[in-house]
């Protein structure tokens, strides 16, 4: 299995921008199709982004679409999302999550669907 750490969360200004990364071990990121979720305070946790095992292909939220970026690095066992234009109301915990499903074409969504988790690295935008 995969071992997931989240880095790069912070105090950043809105319309700044930030870069989380997602950092894994145990095995590499092209096996999973890899997301995005986040947990604001006193909310359920939420999809942001995913991107496919294989193609490069993404999926966002409507709520960060135009302003974030996922992306993914296989050669360096990477993945990362760049928050560009963040806004107070991107204040969360945001998540890296890996889904074992084989197919390269998946773009996961649910939460339901990811099989391993990061513990998560807090984001704070200030307006």
């Known amino acids: 299995q995969v071992q997931l750490v989240e880095s790069g969360g912070g105090l950043v200004q809105a319309e700044g921008s930030l870069r989380l990364s997602c950092a894994a071990s145990?095995?590499?990121?092209?096996?999973?199709?890899m997301g995005w979720f986040r947990q604001a305070p006193g909310k359920e946790r939420e999809f942001v982004a995913s991107i496919s095992r294989t193609s490069g292909s993404t999926y966002y939220a409507d709520s960060v679409k135009g302003r974030f970026t996922i992306s993914r690095d296989n050669d360096k066992n990477t993945m990362h999302l760049q928050m560009n234009r963040p806004k107070p109301e991107d204040t969360a915990v945001y998540y890296c999550?890996?889904?074992?499903?084989?197919?390269?074409?998946?773009?996961?969504?649910?939460?339901?669907?990811?099989?391993?988790w990061g513990k998560g690295t807090l984001v704070t935008v200030s307006s």
């Open positions: 145990g095995r590499s990121v092209s096996s999973y199709a």
């Open positions: 999550a890996a889904d074992r499903r084989r197919a390269a074409s998946i773009l996961p969504s649910i939460i339901g669907d990811m099989d391993y």
